[in-house]
């Protein structure tokens, strides 16, 4: 069984673990959706993005610089991003070192790398005479029931549980408590900015540039062919968004000032595994095929959801709802949603640009040989 600490660990890989290759992903981009005649926004704002070169980042600047804003972005210096001519860069730590935001004014504030609580304090006390809206990136892990479908933005969260003080732990240690230090860090930034701060609960992000492999397995094994491992059943519901969805709407939220707490994820209805594994063969072109293996023979085989069969997690009665959640509140303020075969499209591309050693080696996902020997073990266990 897939527990929530797993789930914890593995949305939060990309992040602690700060891999990534200094790549141009937003080149893959090359559709209507992305080459549309960019519209200015209604007002030019002043924007720090606190990180902008992970995941996330560098396509919430792109989007924020194609429609007239300036843009400041805030980390330490270690990973490179291809980010437009004329954004700012302001070197520091969000631990100790907030020296070159002294002095300075936004119109607003987005947070996107914050795992522990004392790195929204530290900038809060900074900036909270600094800005007129802090957004800061959630996560849908910081909720304390997983059993209710359509469980919305009103859903109690995690509390912290852990011995050690919440506002000392190093980032290494935040893995085992990753749901609920977000939710303190969503308190923290509901003190700082009170009437100012904007809450956004995403759902598990995808597509290119996305080094933890969590949505990319998927179009790289169908992309490779044969026949493909499929877990539980084709109805077991998904859902997912595209890096690029939530970075765009996210400088819309700041457009628009709204505040409030919002999930974002996608999309309006949880799409079955079925529906989007066969979404992505037919978006590639490609001749795979699938065998539907049930959740509690994969079991049996020490096959994990999420980890060895990314997106995908074996349902029960405690977390059923971890892959339906209710988006109405985002979508009610603008989230949009690109085709999930230009997300599947763009992804393989992204992953066949990488270094050949890093395409041998993805970090989720069945190892072939191991695929082979379930698949065989399933049709025997049928007398196939």
């Known amino acids: 069984m897939t527990t929530r600490r797993d789930f914890f660990l593995a949305t939060t890989a990309g992040g602690i673990l700060g891999l990534g290759w200094p790549l141009d992903v937003h080149a893959l981009d ?5 080459r549309r005649t960019m519209e200015p926004a209604p007002r030019a704002l002043r924007l720090l993005i606190l990180g902008g070169t992970g995941f996330t980042g560098p396509h919430q600047v792109r989007y924020a610089v194609a429609r007239g804003h300036t843009v ?14 004329g954004v700012e860069h302001l070197v520091g730590d969000r631990n100790d070192d907030l020296k070159s935001l002294e002095g300075r004014e936004w119109d607003v504030v987005i947070d ?21 809206q802090y957004i800061f990136i959630s996560t849908i892990s910081v909720y304390a029931d997983n ?24 980032v290494t240690e935040a893995g085992r408590h990753y749901g609920a230090l977000k939710a303190l860090s969503e308190r923290e930034t509901a003190y700082w900015f009170p009437g100012r701060a904007t809450i956004i609960r995403p759902g598990l992000i995808v597509g290119p540039g996305d080094e933890t492999d969590r949505f990319s397995y998927w179009p790289v094994r169908i992309d490779r062919g044969g026949e493909v491992l499929a877990p539980g059943t084709p109805q077991d519901p998904t ?46 072109g490609s001749r795979a095929t699938f065998t539907w293996v049930e959740q509690a023979f994969l079991q049996q085989q ?15 009665d405690r977390n059923r709802a ?49 695929e082979v020997e379930v698949l065989a073990a399933w049709k025997a266990s049928r007398g196939a």
């Open 239 to 284: 859902q997912i968004i595209d890096a690029r969805d939530l970075a765009e709407w996210t400088i819309r939220m700041a457009e628009t000032g709204e505040v409030g707490v919002y999930n974002a994820t996608g999309p309006e209805l949880p799409r079955p595994i079925g529906e989007m594994l066969e979404g992505i063969r037919s978006a590639l």
């Open 72 to 85: 400041t972005v805030f980390n330490r210096g270690r990973r490179q991003a291809d980010l437009p001519d």
């Open 112 to 132: 996107n790398p914050t795992t522990l609580p004392n790195w929204v304090r530290l900038s809060g006390r900074l900036l909270k005479d600094a800005c007129n």
């Open 322 to 370: 971890f892959m339906q959640v209710s988006v109405e509140r985002a979508k009610s303020k603008g989230l949009t949603y690109r085709p999930l075969a230009q997300t599947a499209r763009d992804t393989i591309a992204w992953f066949k640009s990488l270094p050949a050693d890093r395409q041998a080696t993805l970090r989720v996902g069945l190892k072939p040989e191991r």
């Open 302 to 316: 020490n096959v994990r959801g999420w980890s060895d069969m990314p997106v995908w997690v074996a349902l029960s």
């Open 147 to 170: 059993s209710v479908v359509q469980m919305d933005e009103t859903t109690p969260v995690l509390t912290y549980q852990g011995e050690a003080d919440p506002f000392t732990l190093p």
């Open 30 to 34: 090359r559709d209507t959706h992305a």
